[in-house]
């Protein structure tokens, strides 16, 4: 059984990453910007299976904006 030391404490990011006095590098930017971009892409192609209807919606939407865009 947990002791309740560590089961009231809320679980946050900044807890389980050190502290770090170095600033972020060009490649870890880059890594953690492709990462989110899969979970956005992920988390839209969830949204779009669960909701197909407005999921076409937006589709049209879409086409309709890129036809009457001009350049």
Sequence with gaps: MPDGSTANRPHTEAAEQ???EEPETAAQRR????????DLNEAREL???VQPRRARAAR????MRMRTFRW
Aim: glycine letters at 0%.
């Design 18 to 20: 050190p502290a770090r």
């Design 31 to 38: 890594q953690r910007r492709a990462q989110f971009l899969r």
């Design 47 to 49: 949204r779009d299976r």
């Design 60 to 63: 049209m939407r879409q086409q």
